[in-house]
């Protein structure tokens, strides 16, 4: 009981932080039908300068990291993705009334990495004075990369029985032909992933500690609490897109967050074990891995599996699986991690 207590305690403690309450600041603004609107462009521009702190940081850090630590939890991230990925597609197989393409795109955005979840979580732990690898955040492509190609390639595959079903013929099945290269070079040139590792790179190869501490350390939580508004308000509005398809989509989007974050956290904790992969370092696997696509998952998914619908994906990770994995997945890793590590 004294576990539990304890727990419950440091869980609700994290809710004071000024992070979450931009969060629902925007979507109660949004409720109340304000119309206060930020441009796109500004959106962009603060997601960007967001990632590019983190990468410079990541960079900076893997000069000196053993690469041997690094490796165990990427390849965790790799399994993790395509683990959500393939459990994701099986549960919505299983339940009625979903389309299996909308099912597919699902798990792969479920599957993929939300980099405004990320940076939410590096200034949480940064609040609670909690020490992680700064290269670990850059474990974003291991796992986002892999989950949204397996994705693609299984509605692909799922698009192919159905014209054989349907005794389609071969030039139709030319025309579905999976390109795996493509899709990489899609998710690499996605607007949230460039940044991340263009920032790794500047990081790695030049002097850019001046630059990070002088400019975009002091202008990252007051970016950051902005994205909180925005993302808030448009959860709000992206509400209304879900009640168009199955209910499934939001249960799935309220419950597999937190499943696919436990995930990570145990084998977080088993990458602590064998190579020291600190207490910090598995609750950013851990968000990394409940957080869902937010940004070049959807473009990417649109483009990969064209006939699924994007109000079922999108719904229900931007109205339902984000707000989730920010205010409810952080603080109980969290927590949990203050427990487990003793920290």
């Known amino acids: ?45 603060i997601v960007f300068m967001l990632l590019m702190k983190i990468g410079l940081n990541g960079g900076i850090e893997i000069r000196e990291a053993n690469l041997l630590a690094m490796a165990l939890p990427a390849v965790f991230s790799i399994l993790i993705g395509l683990a959500v990925v393939r459990v994701g597609i099986t549960v919505f197989s299983l339940l009625p009334g979903v389309n299996k393409q909308d099912g597919i795109a699902t798990a792969g955005l479920f599957g993929a ?26 474990l974003y492509p291991f796992m986002d990369i892999p989950a949204l190609i397996l994705a693609i390639v299984m509605a692909n595959i799922h698009l192919k029985k159905q014209e054989k079903e349907n005794g389609e013929g071969k030039e139709k099945e030319k025309e579905t032909k999976v390109n795996v290269w493509q899709i990489i070079k899609e998710s690499l040139r996605g607007s949230a992933l460039s940044a991340l590792l263009l920032g790794l790179a500047l990081g790695l190869l030049t002097n850019s500690e001046s630059v990070l501490t002088s400019f975009y350390e002091p202008l990252f939580k007051g970016f950051l609490s902005i994205l ?26 309220a419950v597999a967050p937190l499943i696919h974050g436990l ?23 851990s968000v990394i891995a409940s957080s869902n696509s937010d940004i070049s998952g959807p473009p990417t998914l649109r483009a990969g599996i064209p006939s699924a619908n994007p109000s079922s994906y999108i719904g229900a990770s931007t109205s339902v699986g984000t707000p989730v994995a920010i205010a409810v997945g952080i603080p109980l890793f969290i927590a949990l991690a203050q427990i487990v590590f003793d920290i």
């Open 1 to 45: 009981m004294d576990f539990l207590a304890d727990f419950f305690l440091r869980f609700i403690e994290q809710f004071q932080s000024p992070t979450l309450g931009f969060l629902i600041g925007g979507m109660l603004v949004a409720a109340l039908g304000s119309k206060l609107k930020i441009p796109n462009a500004i959106y962009q521009f």
């Open 113 to 138: 990495v939300s980099a405004s979840t990320l940076a939410v979580a590096i200034v949480m732990l940064e609040e609670e004075s909690i020490a992680f690898e700064a290269w670990a955040p850059a």
């Open 228 to 253: 909180m508004l925005i993302m808030g308000m448009e959860a709000y509005d992206r509400i209304k897109e879900l009640r168009s398809v199955a209910h499934w989509y939001a249960i799935y989007a």
């Open 263 to 285: 995930i990570a956290f145990t084998l977080g904790y088993i990458a602590h074990l064998l190579v020291g992969f600190s207490p910090g370092g598995v609750i950013i696997l």
